[in-house]
C-alpha cells in the first residue's frame, strides 16, 4: 500500500507539533506522562518568582510553579499553581513561603506540619510571608540604597549647574583670579619679610609714636587736670541764674510783641489801626511843610519892620527838598 505524500507530511506535522509540547513541558519542569496533583498557595507578594520556579520540601525540589493568577480583579493576592512532581504527603497544617537564593531566583518552600489529614488535588495549602535573611538585608538596605540614589541625583545635578557656570571664559577668569591672589600673597610676603618695606616702616613707625606717647603721659595728666578744673569753675558758676534772668527777659518781649500783635496801647493801636497811622503820617508831613514854609518865608510869620509890607507869596504846600535850599551859618 503506497502512502501519499500528504499523508506523510501531515504526520511528520503531528509528530513534530507533539514532539515540541513535549520537549516544552520537558523543559518546564512538568511530566506529561504521569499523573501530577495540584495544589495551591495564595500570596499577597510574589517578588520574584516566576512560573517553572521549584518548590521544595526541606531542600528537596518535589514541584514547580505551574500558574500565576489574580485572585479578583482589585489583586487583593495572587494564587499560585504548584504541580507536585512527586508521589508525597503533605500535611493539611504544612505551611508555604516564598524564599530567595543569593542569586536572586526565587522559589517556594514548604514546611510540613503534623496533622494526619493530608493535602488533596486541588486543595489550598496555608501561607506565610517569608523574608528570611536575604529580605532582611534588603529591608535595612532599601532606605540607605534610596537615600543614596537621592545624593547621586542631587550630585549629577550639582555637578551639572557647575559644568553650566564653569564654561571656557570662566574657567580662564578662575585661573587668573587665582594667579593673581597667588602673586598678591607673594608680595605680602615679601614687604613682611624685608626690613625697608613699607609694612615694617609703618610698624617702626607706630612703635615711635607708642614711645612719643609713653613720653607725654606727665603732659596729658597734666592737661586732664587742668580740664577737671576748669569743668569745677564752671559748675561753680551762677549759671542757673542768669539762665533764669535770661528767662525772665524772653518771657517780658514775647509777651510786648504779643501785646502789640493785639493792638493793645498806642503803639499797638498805632500798628494796628491803618488810620490812625496814616493821621499820624499826615500830621508829620504838614508839620514839615509849616516848618519848611516857616524857615522859607519868615515874613510872612513875623515882620519887625514899621514900613514893611507882608509877603504875599502863597504858603507851601509840599515840603521842600532838603538840597535845594541852602542852611546859613549862624
Known amino acids: 500500500m503506497k502512502i501519499s505524500n500528504e499523508t506523510k507530511v501531515g504526520a511528520l506535522t503531528v509528530f513534530s507539533v507533539a514532539l515540541l509540547f513535549i520537549g516544552f513541558n520537558y523543559l518546564k519542569g512538568r511530566d506529561v506522562f504521569s499523573s501530577t496533583k495540584k495544589i495551591y498557595a495564595v500570596f499577597t507578594d510574589l517578588g520574584s518568582l516566576e512560573k517553572s520556579n521549584e518548590v521544595k520540601i526541606n531542600g528537596l525540589p518535589v514541584g514547580t510553579v505551574y500558574q500565576k493568577k489574580e485572585k479578583d480583579k482589585d489583586v487583593s493576592a495572587i494564587v499560585v499553581t504548584i504541580t507536585l512532581t512527586r508521589d508525597i504527603n503533605i500535611p ?13 531566583s526565587s522559589f517556594i518552600v514548604i514546611e510540613r506540619g503534623n496533622a494526619s489529614e493530608m493535602l488533596q488535588d486541588g486543595d489550598t495549602i496555608l501561607t506565610r510571608k517569608e523574608t528570611g535573611l536575604l529580605g532582611d538585608v534588603k529591608a535595612q538596605l532599601d532606605p540607605t540604597i534610596s537615600s543614596f540614589r537621592g545624593i547621586l541625583d542631587s550630585l549629577k545635578k ?15 577668569h578662575l585661573r587668573q583670579t587665582i594667579a593673581n591672589l597667588d602673586s598678591t600673597s607673594s608680595a605680602l610676603r615679601f614687604y613682611m619679610q624685608t ?18 606717647l ?13 580740664a577737671k578744673s576748669f569743668s569745677g569753675q564752671l559748675a561753680s558758676l551762677n549759671i542757673r541764674q542768669t539762665a533764669d534772668s535770661l528767662d525772665a527777659v524772653i518771657k517780658q518781649l514775647k509777651k510786648l510783641t504779643s501785646s502789640l500783635n493785639e493792638g493793645q496801647g498806642s503803639l499797638g493801636a498805632l500798628l494796628k489801626d491803618r488810620t490812625a497811622y496814616d493821621q499820624l503820617n499826615q500830621t508829620v508831613l504838614s508839620a514839615e511843610i509849616l516848618l519848611d514854609d516857616l524857615r522859607t518865608h519868615p515874613k510872612r510869620y513875623v515882620n519887625f519892620s514899621i514900613f514893611g509890607k507882608k509877603e504875599k507869596s502863597p504858603p507851601l ?5 532838603k538840597d535845594s535850599t541852602s542852611r546859613k551859618s549862624p
Open 214 to 226: 609713653k613720653a607725654s603721659s606727665s603732659s596729658i595728666e597734666t592737661t586732664a587736670e587742668n
Open 317 to 321: 504846600q509840599s515840603p521842600v527838598k
Open 195 to 212: 626690613e625697608q618695606g613699607p609694612i615694617h616702616q609703618t610698624l617702626t613707625n607706630i612703635e615711635a609714636v607708642s614711645e612719643r
Open 158 to 172: 550639582t555637578l551639572a549647574g557647575i559644568n553650566n557656570i564653569l564654561d571656557g571664559p570662566t574657567r580662564q
Open 92 to 104: 493539611k497544617n504544612s505551611v508555604a513561603y516564598i524564599a530567595s537564593s543569593l542569586v536572586g
